[in-house]
C-alpha cells in the first residue's frame, strides 16, 4: 500500500510565505514525477508545479517566480516553497506522484489535500 501525506498549509496574510510537504510511504520501487495541483472553490483542480526524477521544474505561469518545487529522493518527499502569496492562491493543494512499486506497477497517487488560505 502506498500513501501520499501532506502537510503544511494553513492560513497565511498576502505577501506572506508557506511552506508544503509531502511524504511517500509504502512498498515503493522508485518515485518519477512529483507534482502539486490546487483545487480553489468552484474552480477546476490545476496544475501547479512539476518536478521529473531528474531534469528541470515547471510551473502554472501565475505562480512563476513566487512558487519553487523541489523533492528529496532519499526521503521520497516533494515540497513546495510559496512565496509573496495572493488571494488567488486561495485552493486546496493536493500532492501527486507517479509511482512504481515493488511489484513494478505504475500507477499515480494522490495525497489528501491540504487547506491553503490567503487572507488579511
Known amino acids: 500500500q502506498v500513501q501520499l501525506v501532506e502537510s503544511g498549509g494553513g492560513l497565511v496574510q498576502p505577501g506572506g510565505s508557506l511552506r508544503l510537504s509531502c511524504a511517500a510511504s509504502?512498498?515503493?520501487?522508485?518515485?518519477?514525477?512529483m507534482r502539486w495541483y490546487r483545487q480553489a472553490p468552484g474552480k477546476e483542480r490545476e496544475l501547479v508545479a512539476a518536478?521529473?526524477?531528474?531534469?528541470?521544474?515547471t510551473y502554472v505561469d501565475s505562480v512563476k517566480g513566487r512558487f519553487t518545487i523541489s523533492r528529496d529522493n532519499a526521503k521520497k518527499s516533494v515540497y513546495l516553497q510559496m512565496n509573496s502569496l495572493k488571494p488567488e492562491d486561495t485552493a486546496v493543494y493536493y500532492c501527486?506522484?507517479?509511482?512504481?512499486?515493488?511489484?513494478?506497477?505504475?500507477?499515480?497517487?494522490w495525497g489528501q489535500g491540504t487547506q491553503v488560505t490567503v487572507s488579511s
Open positions: 509504502g512498498s515503493i520501487f522508485s518515485i518519477n514525477a
Open positions: 518536478i521529473p526524477r531528474f531534469g528541470s521544474t
Open positions: 501527486n506522484a507517479e509511482i512504481i512499486d515493488r511489484v513494478l506497477n505504475i500507477k499515480d497517487y
